[in-house]
T-cell receptor
């Protein structure tokens, strides 16, 4: 079962903040976040394991609400380099098969 | 440079052709993956190899045939494909086997863009 991401796309000005949500219908063991720039390979950002852990990567952080089976990715004070498509991937507690969402396209403008 | 190299980067083939995609990882990882990426759709896991053994075949049609001759190389053999198979095919690797623990960080190649006419 693939996770659902929202919104599908977001446009920001430099310095603005954004939140990307990832929801699953199954009990989760982990949530993974990746970013893919146009024409490039997806690049790993972070993994969150069950336990409600919050992690950060530069000014990009994420939270994981195990009970709600949701994760959110926070882009703070966005930079032009943050543009790309962000994917969440989830693993269930019963199977360690990583399933990805459809992605959220982020465009940061000067 | 992610340490995972895919060739060719672009491939156009007819429905009756036979071609292969190649992936090589220089990271010493134990697991390799094939994903299919279509526009506006989630990344679809196709195959997983752990220590050269196939551990996952995600209901992929038989016109796609993977091969893992050693832990550094992964191939995807293509034959009698359909136009709907046109997509970006991504190869990835991870340090540990996804059977032993949760999937760790995946290192992706830049993909092979396949067009089936």
């Amino acid at each position: 079962q693939q996770p659902v991401q929202s919104p599908q796309a977001v446009i920001l000005r430099e310095g603005e903040d954004a939140v990307i949500n990832c929801s699953s219908s199954k009990a989760l063991y982990s949530v993974h976040w990746y970013r893919q720039k146009h024409g490039e390979a997806p690049v790993f950002l972070m993994i969150l394991l069950k336990g409600g852990e919050q992690k950060g990567h530069e000014k990009i952080s994420a939270s994981f609400n195990e009970k709600k089976q949701q994760s959110s990715l926070y882009l703070t004070a966005s930079q032009l380099s943050y543009s790309g498509t962000y994917f969440c991937g989830t693993e269930g507690t019963n199977d360690y098969k990583l399933s990805f969402g459809a992605g959220t396209t982020v465009t940061v403008r000067a | 440079e992610t340490g995972v190299t895919q060739t060719p980067r672009h491939l156009v083939m007819g429905m009756t052709n036979k071609k292969s995609l190649k992936c090589e990882q220089h990271l010493g990882h134990n697991a390799m993956y094939w994903y299919k990426q279509s526009a506006k759709k989630p990344l679809e896991l196709m195959f997983v190899y752990s220590l050269e053994e196939r551990v996952e075949n995600n209901s992929v049609p038989s016109r796609f045939s993977p091969e893992c001759p050693n832990s550094s190389h992964l191939f995807l053999h293509l034959h009698t494909l359909q136009p709907e198979d046109s997509a970006l095919y991504l190869c990835a690797s991870s340090q540990d086997s996804p059977l032993a623990t949760n999937t760790g960080e995946l290192f992706f190649g830049e993909g092979s863009r396949l067009t089936v006419l």
